[in-house]
DNA sequence: CCTGTTAATGACCGCACGGTCAGTAAGGGC
DNA sequence: GCCCTTACTGACCGTGCGGTCATTAACAGG
């Protein structure tokens, strides 16, 4: 009878202290990423993580709980080293523009930047410190760095003295627009990245005018 | 006794048959709007409709049938007669350009332009469909528009005659950026809308080379 | 004024899922 | 090898909400 109701494979416990939070973290990052915030089950979640859903009770105070870990956690991972870049470079301001961009173009090709966008426009409403955090730790850091390029461009006479006020802002524009392309239409109309890119290089450097 | 029971205001029943429909459409628009789908609870938008939940039912299959109508609404509503703006101007480019995007700005002011692109992200997942008509409907004419005008710039020599790639694409993007910016930030850091238009111009036209 | 049709109602059902807690077993200390 | 602490489990509970349907009443036609 026993043997009978063994059908389904037997669970080995295995007591594990330290190592759970950073899991459960993961696992939830992951389902959260995919499903979003509502649609993502904590049953879900202790599957993936290979525990049962009473284990994330031991370690996080609820689901809200769980998912703020993994946001920071995430964005604590794809949070660049901003900023080290533009220091110790000494091209022209294309060149250093290509190098800073290229990367970001990295990311949101590889899906990093999507999906931390996507999840800061859904659950942005309720959970208002993510956004705080987000704006704090990666908007104003990057701008700060555009800035940054902009200064040393003006500095070594490459570009126009003009440039400063809402521009370091704008520079980018593009590429969010990418990403915000990524997440809506991907599949409806893909964009080639690589010419997108000279494009986008071309258009902020040279402009429209004749 | 039932004088007691009858403490809670007596609702007056109605049949209106033909405009039930518009109005929980409107209702749902509203609800949806503020919360999105999986938040929104079909007895508020009862509520808002002035009707019984089962009402809905009557006229829509079920809660989706009803999101949809109301995005669909919504999306005929606020879809511009994009494209007759530039057929009969005779101003220069950059006027043109200052015309049609201010119009864009007043929209994202005034917060419809955030609210469809909030909806397309947080519900672009479960309704396909929906992103699917916004692109054949909103973007790919407003993008045809775009490319008009860089072609009758072109034409008028007054905007070099490489920008014909990706350009018409990326014109617009520090102003859907500005979208993305109310719906994220707005709060946290406002941004000057007038200030931002003039240098958005002044970006896309003169670019950064001195 | 009566009556049949049907728009409208809201109590109710079922289910999904967040959260709890009494019970179980891993494994370290003696 | 035994026992005690505690990490871990999963059946269970409560609630919220989408969807149903028997009942009610608005209104038109006679």
Same mark, same amino acid.
């Given at each position: 009878m026993q043997d009978m109701?063994?059908?389904?494979?037997?669970r080995v416990r295995h007591r594990r202290k330290e190592e759970r939070p950073a899991e459960i973290v993961a696992a939830g990052l992951a389902e959260f990423a995919e499903r979003g915030f509502e649609r993502t089950r904590l049953e879900d979640i202790a599957k993936r993580a290979g525990i049962a859903k009473g284990t994330i009770y031991l370690y996080f105070r609820n689901k809200e709980a769980v998912f703020e870990a993994?946001?920071?956690? !995430?964005?604590?991972a794809t949070l660049a080293d901003v900023g080290a870049l533009s220091q110790s470079f000494d091209g022209t301001t294309e060149e250093l523009l290509r190098l800073i961009l290229s990367r970001f173009y990295g990311q949101i090709a590889e899906g990093s930047a999507s999906t931390i966008l996507r999840t800061m426009v859904t659950e942005g409403p309720r959970f208002p410190e993510l956004l705080k955090l987000y704006h704090e730790r990666?908007?104003?850091?990057?701008?700060a760095m555009m800035a940054?390029?902009?200064?040393r461009g003006v500095a070594r006479q490459e570009i126009s003295a003009e440039a400063v006020p809402h521009y370091h802002r704008m520079i980018a524009a593009p590429a969010i627009m990418l990403s915000l392309w990524q997440i809506l239409f991907a599949e409806?109309?893909?964009i080639d990245f690589d010419?997108?890119?000279?494009? !986008?290089i071309a258009l902020v450097m040279g402009g429209l005018r004749r």
């Open positions: 109701l063994n059908t389904q494979e037997t993994a946001v920071e956690a !995430h964005l604590e990666v908007i104003t850091p990057a701008e940054g390029v902009l200064e409806i109309e893909p010419r997108y890119l000279d494009e !986008h």
